[in-house]
């Protein structure tokens, strides 16, 4: 059995079904958020940790200096290879399903948090420091708010 919102019932407005137990059901924008996120922070990882990897192939055996017969001989270039193939593929997956991101509606609060949360991912402090800030304090507002992806206010 479903309830309406104490706003919808003081002052009207879209509707949003909250189960009677006071959680919130989660909606298809925080499932597909959380895979898009998921995807972002394993592209993220790998990155850093091709970084350092290449930083390893130029400072200890001057990666720059190798014919590509010796640095495929070398072990770490199928790793650092393997890498790269994986975290380009991440990216352009997850590129492809920011439009998915875009298009679907969040139905509840933890949906818009996890479509924030993917903003947040996307707008770099380096390249839009004041948009960051503003998408950052919007998402902590809500987490004060007691709206977190995947949970809600009881």
């Known amino acids: 059995m479903f309830r309406q919102s104490?706003?919808?019932a003081a002052f009207g407005g879209a509707r949003i079904d909250l189960p009677?137990?006071?959680?919130?059901?989660?909606?298809?924008a925080s499932a597909l958020c959380s895979e898009w996120l998921a995807r972002h922070c394993e592209q993220e990882?790998?990155?850093?940790?091709?970084?350092?990897?290449e930083t390893h192939l130029f400072r200890d055996h001057n990666w720059c200096d190798l014919s590509e017969a010796q640095r495929a001989s070398?072990?770490?270039a199928a790793e650092f290879d393997a890498m790269n193939d994986q975290i380009i593929a991440l990216h352009d997956f997850n590129r492809e399903q920011l439009k998915a991101v875009t298009d679907l509606a969040?139905?509840?609060g933890p949906g818009l948090v996890?479509?924030?949360?993917?903003?947040?991912?996307?707008v770099l402090p380096d390249e839009n420091e004041d948009?960051?800030?503003?998408?950052?304090?919007i998402l902590k507002d809500l987490e004060a708010a007691?709206?977190?992806?995947?949970?809600?206010?009881?």
């Not at 009677?20 to 298809?28: L, S």
């Not at 948009?131 to 304090?137: D, F, I, P, T, V």
């Open 6 to 8: 104490k706003r919808q």
């Open 20 to 28: 009677d137990n006071g959680e919130i059901a989660p909606d298809a």
């Open 45 to 53: 990882q790998l990155t850093m940790r091709c970084q350092a990897l």
């Open 74 to 76: 070398l072990p770490e």
């Open 106 to 108: 969040a139905t509840t």
């Open 114 to 122: 996890s479509k924030l949360s993917v903003a947040l991912a996307i």
């Open 131 to 137: 948009a960051h800030a503003l998408l950052r304090s």
């Open 146 to 154: 007691g709206i977190e992806p995947g949970r809600a206010r009881g």
